[in-house]
């Protein structure tokens, strides 16, 4: 064993130093890295009023369920308005027509105001030369109880294609 050791001697001592310098080189890299998180580490916790990591957390978690509360009473309410907005008017049609043959720039119209439910009213002026008279019938489910004419009918239909449901899947 010692005459291995005496003729490879100066092999075995560059494979020592270089083993050393890579070694060497990694635990500088390691330093950098350490840091770099040690930075890090200040960086999160240098502005805060608390005394350790565990008190950010804790106080994190806090926020964290105070706004899952928040969440909770914001949708329990956006779901309450949404079933109240149903019954808002949110289907308009308008169709302007000639009343009368003698009467020319469609100044009568029929007008359709309905909620989601196609329930509300449809108002009809008609105008003439002698006057203008307007009517308003009551809508439910998109039909009434009351005889509508061609442009009542045909202002229900576009206040119908023209409404665009925006709700939104729960």
Do not use: W
């Amino acid at each position: 064993m010692e005459s291995f050791i005496t003729t490879y001697a100066p092999e075995i001592i560059i494979f020592f130093l270089a083993l050393n310098l890579i070694l060497f080189l990694a635990l500088l890299i390691q330093v950098t890295k350490n840091k770099s998180l040690k930075r890090r580490f200040l960086d999160l916790t240098s502005n805060q009023d608390f005394k350790n990591l565990e008190q950010i957390i804790k106080q994190t978690n806090e926020k964290v369920e105070y706004f899952e509360e928040v969440l909770k009473a914001l949708s329990k309410s956006h779901r309450i308005l949404s079933e109240n907005t149903k019954m808002c008017i949110k289907k308009v049609g308008i169709v302007r027509y000639d009343a009368f043959e003698n009467v020319g720039s469609k100044l009568s119209f029929a007008l359709a105001l309905l909620d989601e439910f196609d329930t509300g009213v449809v108002i009809n002026s008609i105008y003439s030369r002698e006057g203008c008279s307007v009517y308003a019938k009551p809508i439910e489910n998109g039909l009434s109880k009351y005889p509508l004419s061609a442009e009542e009918i045909q202002a229900i239909d576009i206040a119908r294609k023209n409404y665009i449901s925006k709700e939104i899947k729960e």
